[in-house]
């Protein structure tokens, strides 16, 4: 059965924005790192951003500034605020959780460090 469930993707001009949601269902995951992954055609699925349970927060250099990553535990849910959004953000974006590594010292972007995956939501920025 599906445990996380993304949404909020769609197409935008560059410079605008969205927001992302991940709701969590099944599991509890307060006390999983939880992150945003994107891939784009014939490229590798990369890390965007990722939070562990208290809200200490990474992001890949390319979207500092610009995403903010947030959960709201009591709701199981997850977020990502995409502003000042560009073409080459453009991908299918996954939400995705981990327990083993995750550490207030270490908060992965690697995603074969996560175990439980969505099914994506797209986002196309154009120009």
């Known amino acids: 059965q599906v445990q996380l469930v993304e949404s909020g993707g769609g197409s935008v001009q560059a410079g605008g924005s969205l927001r992302l949601a991940c709701v969590g269902s099944?599991?509890?995951?307060?006390?999983?790192?939880m992150g945003w992954f994107r891939q784009a055609p014939g490229k590798e699925r990369e890390g965007v951003a990722a939070i562990d349970g208290i809200g200490i927060t990474t992001y890949v250099d390319s979207v500092k500034g610009r995403f903010t990553i947030s959960r709201d535990n009591a709701k199981n849910t997850l977020y990502l605020q995409m502003n000042s959004l560009k073409p080459e953000d453009t991908a299918m974006y996954y939400c995705?959780?981990?327990?083993?590594?995750?550490?207030?010292?270490?908060?992965?972007?690697?995603?074969?460090?996560?175990?439980?995956w969505g099914q994506g939501t797209q986002v196309t920025v154009s120009s």
């Open positions: 099944e599991y509890d995951y307060s006390d999983y790192c």
């Open positions: 995705a959780a981990e327990r083993r590594y995750c550490r207030a010292d270490y908060i992965s972007l690697l995603a074969y460090e996560y175990n439980v």
